[in-house]
């Protein structure tokens, strides 16, 4: 542990806004799987909620900073074409 207080401090936050982090990027593969599994099923209704729910939030994710917007991009792009079939 660092000796400066400030520092201290500054390690505190970083691990707090990891694990902030940590929990959108968990909370995005979740949806992805639960939209692979709707699509899988063939229940569309499903797919919908499932996907509205990943964009929104892939979308807070990038505003948050927790992905670059490139990446979230990326995420909704996958997540698109998945919801098409």
Sequence with gaps: MANIKSQQKRIVRAERERLENRRYTSKIKTYFRRLERAVADGDGAQADTEHRELVQTID?????????????????SRAARLRRG
């Excluded at 807070?60 to 909704?76: C, I, P, T």
């Design 60 to 76: 807070k994710a990038v505003k948050r900073g927790a992905l670059h917007r490139n990446a979230g991009a990326r995420k909704k």
